[in-house]
Protein backbone atom coordinates (compact mmCIF):
# COMPACT_ATOMS: atom_id res chain seq x y z
CA UNK A 1 0.00 0.00 0.00
CA UNK A 2 1.31 3.44 -0.28
CA UNK A 3 -0.11 7.20 0.85
CA UNK A 4 -0.50 10.08 -1.56
CA UNK A 5 0.35 13.73 -0.79
CA UNK A 6 0.20 16.41 -3.35
CA UNK A 7 1.70 20.09 -3.59
CA UNK A 8 2.43 22.73 -5.47
CA UNK A 9 -1.24 23.95 -5.82
CA UNK A 10 -2.35 27.95 -5.77
CA UNK A 11 -3.51 30.76 -7.59
CA UNK A 12 -1.99 31.40 -10.71
CA UNK A 13 -2.39 34.03 -13.79
CA UNK A 14 -4.00 32.85 -16.71
CA UNK A 15 -0.36 32.17 -19.26
CA UNK A 16 1.49 30.81 -15.86
CA UNK A 17 2.98 27.68 -14.46
CA UNK A 18 2.72 25.50 -11.44
CA UNK A 19 4.61 22.29 -11.17
CA UNK A 20 2.64 20.08 -8.80
CA UNK A 21 3.88 17.05 -6.77
CA UNK A 22 3.05 13.82 -5.00
CA UNK A 23 5.25 12.36 -2.38
CA UNK A 24 4.20 8.39 -1.81
CA UNK A 25 5.40 6.81 1.17
CA UNK A 26 6.70 3.30 1.54
CA UNK A 27 9.15 1.62 -0.21
CA UNK A 28 7.04 0.02 -3.22
CA UNK A 29 6.92 3.38 -4.74
CA UNK A 30 8.92 2.56 -7.54
CA UNK A 31 6.78 -0.66 -8.42
CA UNK A 32 3.70 1.68 -9.13
CA UNK A 33 2.91 3.43 -12.30
CA UNK A 34 1.26 6.55 -11.17
CA UNK A 35 -1.44 9.21 -12.58
CA UNK A 36 -2.72 12.49 -12.19
CA UNK A 37 -6.17 13.40 -12.56
CA UNK A 38 -8.59 16.55 -11.59
CA UNK A 39 -12.33 17.63 -10.42
CA UNK A 40 -13.85 20.55 -11.26
CA UNK A 41 -16.75 21.50 -9.20
CA UNK A 42 -20.05 19.72 -10.74
CA UNK A 43 -17.82 17.89 -13.06
CA UNK A 44 -16.53 14.18 -12.89
CA UNK A 45 -12.64 13.47 -12.20
CA UNK A 46 -10.87 13.74 -15.19
CA UNK A 47 -7.88 11.83 -16.38
CA UNK A 48 -4.65 13.44 -17.47
CA UNK A 49 -1.65 11.99 -17.61
CA UNK A 50 0.30 8.80 -16.39
CA UNK A 51 3.56 7.35 -16.15
CA UNK A 52 4.93 3.68 -16.07
CA UNK A 53 7.34 2.31 -12.95
CA UNK A 54 9.98 3.64 -14.37
CA UNK A 55 9.39 6.63 -16.38
CA UNK A 56 9.82 5.30 -19.46
CA UNK A 57 6.27 4.68 -20.64
CA UNK A 58 3.80 7.99 -20.42
CA UNK A 59 0.17 8.81 -21.86
CA UNK A 60 -1.85 11.89 -21.82
CA UNK A 61 -4.87 12.93 -22.66
CA UNK A 62 -5.53 14.77 -25.55
CA UNK A 63 -7.11 17.82 -23.85
CA UNK A 64 -3.47 18.47 -21.97
CA UNK A 65 -0.93 16.86 -23.84
CA UNK A 66 0.53 19.93 -25.39
CA UNK A 67 0.38 21.48 -22.38
CA UNK A 68 1.51 19.57 -19.12
CA UNK A 69 4.33 17.32 -18.55
CA UNK A 70 4.21 14.19 -15.62
CA UNK A 71 7.49 12.81 -14.23
CA UNK A 72 8.59 10.82 -11.84
CA UNK A 73 11.29 10.94 -9.22
CA UNK A 74 11.81 6.98 -7.56
CA UNK A 75 14.75 7.98 -5.79
CA UNK A 76 12.63 10.78 -3.92
CA UNK A 77 9.13 8.32 -4.19
CA UNK A 78 7.69 12.00 -6.36
CA UNK A 79 5.28 12.28 -9.29
CA UNK A 80 5.66 15.42 -10.10
CA UNK A 81 2.65 17.38 -13.20
CA UNK A 82 4.62 20.80 -14.90
CA UNK A 83 1.34 22.52 -16.41
CA UNK A 84 2.35 25.40 -18.82
CA UNK A 85 0.36 27.84 -20.17
CA UNK A 86 -2.28 27.27 -17.94
CA UNK A 87 -6.84 28.82 -18.41
CA UNK A 88 -8.86 29.49 -15.96
CA UNK A 89 -10.84 26.10 -17.16
CA UNK A 90 -8.08 24.14 -15.82
CA UNK A 91 -9.20 25.53 -12.19
CA UNK A 92 -9.69 22.13 -10.28
CA UNK A 93 -8.54 20.30 -7.47
CA UNK A 94 -5.38 17.76 -8.88
CA UNK A 95 -4.99 14.23 -7.37
CA UNK A 96 -2.39 11.87 -7.95
CA UNK A 97 -3.39 8.46 -7.72
CA UNK A 98 -1.03 5.10 -7.75
CA UNK A 99 -1.85 1.67 -9.57
CA UNK A 100 0.15 -1.60 -9.74
CA UNK A 101 -0.27 -1.97 -13.37
CA UNK A 102 0.05 0.90 -16.57
CA UNK A 103 -3.01 1.72 -18.41
CA UNK A 104 -3.24 3.51 -21.73
CA UNK A 105 -6.72 4.44 -20.85
CA UNK A 106 -8.43 7.76 -19.45
CA UNK A 107 -10.24 5.67 -16.55
CA UNK A 108 -10.55 6.52 -13.10
CA UNK A 109 -11.12 3.16 -11.42
CA UNK A 110 -8.13 1.72 -12.84
CA UNK A 111 -6.33 3.34 -9.95
CA UNK A 112 -6.46 1.63 -6.30
CA UNK A 113 -4.47 4.65 -4.14
CA UNK A 114 -5.46 8.87 -4.15
CA UNK A 115 -3.99 11.65 -2.63
CA UNK A 116 -6.26 14.39 -0.70
CA UNK A 117 -6.16 16.95 -3.73
CA UNK A 118 -4.38 19.82 -3.80
CA UNK A 119 -6.32 23.30 -5.28
CA UNK A 120 -5.36 24.90 -8.60
CA UNK A 121 -6.49 28.23 -9.08
CA UNK A 122 -6.09 29.95 -12.35
CA UNK A 123 -7.59 33.71 -12.61
CA UNK A 124 -8.06 35.22 -16.07
Known amino acids: QVQLVESGGGLVQAGGSLRLACAASGRTFSSYAMGWFRQAPGKEREFLAA????????YYADSVKERFTISRDNAKNTVYLQMNSLKPEDTAVYYC?????????????????WGQGTQVTVSS
Open 51 to 58: VNSNGGSI
Open 97 to 113: AGSRVFYRSTLVRLYDY
